[in-house]
């Protein structure tokens, strides 16, 4: 009995696995793409909360040095995080050293304790995620929402001559 030229090719495409290659890397593709710009995202994440918190830092310094002016504070903050869109604020406290927040201009401390001044400099910003804005949800798994702002605050302690 002869075999058809059909026939004969069956066994040879049942060993040819050429195309498996290709297959998998379709398959894996997308997976990996999307871990690619979720780590790019979070890495622009990560550096604009880093320099958002040296802005921070910078304005807290400049006000322990001069507390006369909000507006010089949150902008030397601004100015240093080199960031567009950022907003600063400044708040000022006083606290005793048992810990009870006062009022720093009219509030005094229980005997001869003494008070201490804060400076405290607030800095938001809206971040744009390359993904996505929506919430992902993982069925079983949980939700993600990525982050639509960034902030970052830092206290300091006013050594008042």
């Not at 710009?37 to 958002?52: F, I, N, P, T």
């Not at 001069?66 to 902008?75: E, H, I, P």
């Not at 950022?86 to 000022?92: F, G, I, M, P, R």
């Amino acid at each position: 009995m002869r075999l058809s030229p059909r026939c004969r090719s069956r066994p040879r495409l049942l060993v040819d696995r050429s195309g498996n290659v290709m297959i998998e890397f379709a398959l894996a593709l997308p997976i990996l793409a999307l871990l690619f710009v979720g780590l790019l995202d979070l890495g622009r994440y990560s550096l604009q909360k880093s320099a958002m918190l040296q802005g921070a830092r910078a304005g807290a310094q400049y006000g322990i040095l001069d507390y006369s002016s909000d507006t010089k504070v949150n902008t030397t903050a601004r100015n240093a995080s080199g960031l567009t869109g950022v907003t600063a604020s400044t708040s000022w406290f006083c606290e005793c050293t048992s810990g009870v927040t006062i009022d720093c201009t009219t509030g005094t401390c229980a005997g001869s304790v003494t008070k201490k001044r804060y400076v405290r400099v607030s800095m938001t910003k809206p971040f744009d995620s390359a993904l996505t804005t929506a919430t992902l949800n993982f069925s079983g798994f949980g939700s993600w929402t990525p982050p639509t702002s960034l902030s970052a605050s830092v206290t300091m302690m006013v050594v008042v001559p």
